[in-house]
């Protein structure tokens, strides 16, 4: 699929964007997500700057990907602790 020209709207400025047809949708959802909680922390802590809502926002989303990021690395490691138990009793099984 191609590329397309796209305008993205965050925090009241408008940025032009060159993206595939496949990540228009993911990325105008996440400008949304993001003006969303811009709209939040100004309403929730009367917060006016936008750079400090900015820094807040980013702040939450590096925060929510950092844990995601540790999840997957625990669960990885238990499925790979997993496959090697299973690996030693087939050998243990097969080796008899």
């Known amino acids: 699929m191609g590329d397309i020209s796209i305008k993205i709207n965050i925090a009241d400025r408008v940025y032009p964007l060159k993206v595939s047809t496949d990540e228009e949708e993911i990325i105008r959802r996440a400008a949304k997500l993001i003006n969303d909680s811009l709209k ?26 950092l844990k995601a990021e ?27």
């Open 40 to 65: 939040e922390y100004q309403d929730k802590y009367a917060v006016r700057d936008k750079q400090d809502l900015l820094s807040m926002a980013v702040l939450q989303y590096a925060t929510a990907s």
């Open 70 to 96: 540790r999840k997957v690395t625990a669960e990885d490691t238990g499925i790979a602790d997993g496959v090697d138990k299973l690996d030693q009793m087939l050998t243990a099984f097969f080796s008899k």
